[in-house]
């Protein structure tokens, strides 16, 4: 079972889907209430963290990351810097979330020093002194949950070094009815119920459910990418039931 959103930018989402009525929500706020027990919730999924760390390793970071700095955008409670570490152990990582209570969560772990976290949300990196040029950025169940994507994504085209890649790992649909429908019957049958079990709250993972139905297809999200004249886009989904439904698109800017 696995049930990240990540909340690096969300502040409120507003999801419209044929199948549920409208629902507002603070993704933010949710994320701060069920930090303490999240990395349980998450834990609780098999393939959970062996598909961030697939994710991260197809970035393709050469000499051990030796040099290079890579920013994990929508780090949450840390899985996704952890998976960025192990597959590049001497870079240095930039990890950076909105919800300070996922954060004050991933700073209570043993980060080695060449590891900082920020508080920002994703439109506002500048500001908050994320600046690149990046090496590579990683950025895990994020651009489905962004108000306005194509503004973030053009931004942080423009902080990769050239030729560097942006991996996003996300749950992206193949566009299969049959993925669409196990996506609904594990939802319902699992990451709800667990959610509402573990957190007391069950809002978080409805709207989880919603707006993976609403969001772009894998094959679209490539072509989003593309369009931000990011090149070399390669897309590659996970084993198990998550085949065709979690997957990871790499693209570079120019060299």
């Known amino acids: 079972m696995s049930g990240d959103t990540s909340p690096s930018s969300y502040r409120h989402s507003r999801v419209v889907h044929r199948y549920a009525a409208?629902?507002?929500?603070?993704?933010?706020?949710?994320?701060?209430?069920?930090?303490?027990?999240?990395d349980r919730l998450v834990g609780a999924s098999p393939g959970y963290h062996r598909n961030l760390a697939r994710s991260a390793r197809r970035m393709q970071l050469s000499g051990g990351g030796a040099g290079l700095h890579l920013l994990d955008l929508g780090c949450g409670t840390g899985a996704s810097t952890l998976a960025l570490l192990a597959a590049a152990p001497q870079a240095r990582i930039t990890a950076v979330d909105a919800s300070a209570g996922m954060l004050a969560k991933a700073r209570q772990a043993d980060w080695p020093a060449q590891v900082s976290f920020v508080h920002a949300r994703a439109e506002e990196l500048a500001a908050a002194g994320v600046q690149g040029?990046?090496?590579?950025?990683?950025?895990?169940?994020?651009?489905?949950?962004?108000?306005?994507?194509?503004?973030?994504?053009?931004?942080?085209?423009?902080?990769?070094?050239?030729?560097?890649?942006l991996a996003v790992h996300d749950y992206a649909l193949d566009g299969r009815v049959r993925s669409r429908a196990i996506w609904t019957a594990v939802c319902w049958s699992v990451i709800i119920p667990a959610g509402k079990a573990m957190t007391g709250r069950a809002g978080l993972y409805r709207y989880?459910?919603?707006?993976?139905?609403?969001?772009?297809?894998?094959?679209?999200?490539?072509?989003?990418?593309?369009?931000?004249?990011?090149?070399?886009?390669?897309?590659?989904?996970?084993?198990?039931?998550?085949?065709?439904?979690?997957?990871?698109?790499?693209?570079?800017?120019?060299?």
């Open 133 to 165: 040029p990046f090496d590579g950025i990683f950025a895990a169940y994020l651009v489905r949950n962004l108000p306005d994507p194509d503004s973030v994504l053009a931004g942080l085209r423009a902080t990769l070094a050239p030729g560097a890649p």
């Open 208 to 255: 989880l459910w919603r707006s993976v139905l609403s969001f772009d297809t894998v094959n679209a999200l490539a072509d989003r990418l593309r369009g931000h004249g990011l090149v070399e886009t390669r897309v590659a989904t996970m084993p198990g039931w998550e085949r065709g439904i979690v997957h990871t698109v790499v693209a570079r800017r120019p060299a």
């Open 22 to 38: 409208p629902v507002a929500i603070n993704i933010t706020s949710e994320f701060d209430a069920a930090a303490p027990r999240y």
